[in-house]
C-alpha cells in the first residue's frame, strides 16, 4: 500500500525479469511502484492515476516506448519520463529525448546509476514544481517586484517582467522579443507561439537567468539535466541547435550565442560576426 509522501513509480518493461528486478530494488528504496508490460496497458494505468516518474522501456508490444512517451508527454509536460533502451545509436537517443523524455539508460546499466538518475529526476520535479506554485502565488499579490522575486527563485533572473500571465504567474521578457510565460511553461515570440519540449524550455530559462552572461556546458547540463551528465553531452548541443532553428524560423530578435570553449549566451539580437555559433 502505497504511504502518505511515498513517491510513486510506473515501470513500463516487457522484459519479466528485469521488470521484477527494477520493482524489487525500488520497493526496497521505498518507493510504491506499479508495473506494465506492454504499452497500452502502461497508457491505462498512466490515465487511472498519478505517477511521480515513469520508467520507460523504448521497445516494446503494442505501443512502442517512444509514441507512449509522446502521448503522455502530450497530457503531462512535467512527469518526469526515463528511458530504458538497448539501442546504442545517437539518433535513437536523441529522439527519445525530443520526444519529452528527460534521461536516457542504455542496457546494461549499472542499478545504482540508475537508482541516482531517479533521484535527480525527482529532485529536479519537486524544484520546478515549488518554483512554480512561487511564481503563480506572488506576483499576483504584489506586482512587479514579486515577479521578479518569484523569478530569481526559480532560478530565472528576466530583464524585464511584464505582467501576469493567463495562469497569474509572470509573463517574463528576457531577451528582445523573446517572452516566457513561467507558470504555463510557455513561450512566444511576440504573440507567436514557439513550440518548445520541456528541456528546450528549461535550456531557455537557464540562458535567460544569466542576463546576458554566458552558461557554462557543465552548468547547462547540471542544471537542465540535474546531475553531471555521463559521457558525451552532445545533447546539449542538439537541444541548443533545436532551439536556434525555432527562434529562427519565429523571426525571433533573440539569439544563442556560442563562445568558444565556454559554453552559450542569450543575447537580445543577433551577436556580432566575429563570434562563433557552433
Same mark, same amino acid.
Given at each position: 500500500?502505497?504511504?502518505?509522501?511515498?513517491?510513486?513509480?510506473?515501470?513500463?518493461?516487457?522484459?519479466?525479469?528485469?521488470?521484477?528486478?527494477?520493482?524489487?530494488?525500488?520497493?526496497?528504496?521505498?518507493?510504491?511502484?506499479?508495473?506494465?508490460?506492454?504499452?497500452?496497458?502502461?497508457?491505462?494505468?498512466?490515465?487511472?492515476?498519478?505517477?511521480?516518474?515513469?520508467?520507460?522501456?523504448?521497445?516494446?508490444?503494442?505501443?512502442?516506448?517512444?509514441?507512449?512517451?509522446?502521448?503522455?508527454?502530450?497530457?503531462?509536460?512535467?512527469?518526469?519520463?526515463?528511458? $530504458? +533502451?538497448?539501442? %546504442?545509436? @545517437?539518433? *535513437?537517443?536523441?529522439?527519445? /529525448?525530443?520526444?519529452?523524455?528527460?534521461?536516457? #539508460? !542504455?542496457?546494461?546499466?549499472?542499478?545504482?546509476?540508475?537508482?541516482?538518475?531517479?533521484?535527480?529526476?525527482?529532485?529536479?520535479?519537486?524544484?520546478?514544481?515549488?518554483?512554480?506554485?512561487?511564481?503563480?502565488?506572488?506576483?499576483?499579490?504584489?506586482?512587479?517586484?514579486?515577479?521578479?522575486?518569484?523569478?530569481?527563485?526559480?532560478?530565472?533572473?528576466?530583464?524585464?517582467?511584464?505582467?501576469?500571465?493567463?495562469?497569474?504567474?509572470?509573463?517574463?521578457?528576457?531577451?528582445?522579443?523573446?517572452?516566457?510565460?513561467?507558470?504555463?511553461?510557455?513561450?512566444?515570440?511576440?504573440?507567436?507561439? $514557439? +513550440?518548445?519540449? %520541456?528541456? @528546450?524550455? *528549461?535550456?531557455?530559462?537557464? /540562458?535567460?537567468?544569466?542576463?546576458?552572461?554566458? #552558461? !557554462?556546458?557543465?552548468?547547462?547540463?547540471?542544471?537542465?539535466?540535474?546531475?553531471?551528465?555521463?559521457?558525451?553531452?552532445?545533447?546539449?548541443?542538439?537541444?541548443?541547435?533545436?532551439?536556434?532553428?525555432?527562434?529562427?524560423?519565429?523571426?525571433?530578435?533573440?539569439?544563442?550565442?556560442?563562445?568558444?570553449?565556454?559554453?552559450?549566451?542569450?543575447?537580445?539580437?543577433?551577436?556580432?560576426?566575429?563570434?562563433?555559433?557552433?
Amino acid at each position: 500500500m502505497e504511504q502518505a509522501g511515498q513517491k510513486n513509480i510506473l515501470i513500463v518493461e516487457d522484459e519479466a525479469v528485469l521488470r521484477k528486478t527494477l520493482q524489487y530494488n525500488l520497493e526496497k528504496e521505498g518507493y510504491a511502484v506499479e508495473t506494465a508490460s506492454e504499452g497500452y496497458e502502461a497508457l491505462e494505468r498512466f490515465e487511472k492515476r498519478s505517477f511521480d516518474l515513469i520508467l520507460l522501456d523504448v521497445m516494446l508490444p503494442g505501443l512502442s516506448g517512444f509514441e507512449l512517451c509522446q502521448i503522455i508527454r502530450r497530457q503531462d509536460r512535467a512527469l518526469p519520463i526515463i528511458l $530504458l +533502451t538497448a539501442r %546504442r545509436d @545517437e539518433l *535513437d537517443k536523441v529522439a527519445g /529525448l525530443d520526444l519529452g523524455a528527460d534521461d536516457y #539508460v !542504455t542496457k546494461p546499466f549499472s542499478l545504482r546509476e540508475l537508482m541516482a538518475r531517479i533521484r535527480a529526476a525527482l529532485r529536479r520535479s519537486a524544484a520546478m514544481a515549488e518554483a512554480d506554485t512561487v511564481a503563480r502565488a506572488e506576483p499576483a499579490a504584489a506586482g512587479p517586484d514579486a515577479a521578479r522575486a518569484a523569478a530569481a527563485a526559480a532560478g530565472v533572473a528576466p530583464v524585464t517582467a511584464t505582467g501576469a500571465g493567463r495562469a497569474g504567474g509572470p509573463v517574463l521578457e528576457v531577451a528582445g522579443d523573446l517572452v516566457l510565460d513561467v507558470s504555463r511553461h510557455e513561450a512566444r515570440i511576440g504573440r507567436q507561439a $514557439l +513550440t518548445t519540449s %520541456r528541456k @528546450e524550455f *528549461d535550456l531557455l530559462r537557464l /540562458l535567460a537567468a544569466s542576463s546576458g552572461a554566458v #552558461v !557554462t556546458r557543465q552548468l547547462a547540463m547540471e542544471k537542465v539535466w540535474g546531475y553531471d551528465f555521463p559521457g558525451d553531452d552532445r545533447t546539449l548541443d542538439v537541444h541548443i541547435a533545436w532551439l536556434r532553428q525555432k527562434l529562427a524560423k519565429a523571426g525571433a530578435t533573440a539569439r544563442i550565442t556560442t563562445v568558444r570553449g565556454v559554453g552559450y549566451r542569450l543575447d537580445a539580437e543577433a551577436p556580432p560576426k566575429d563570434e562563433t555559433r557552433a
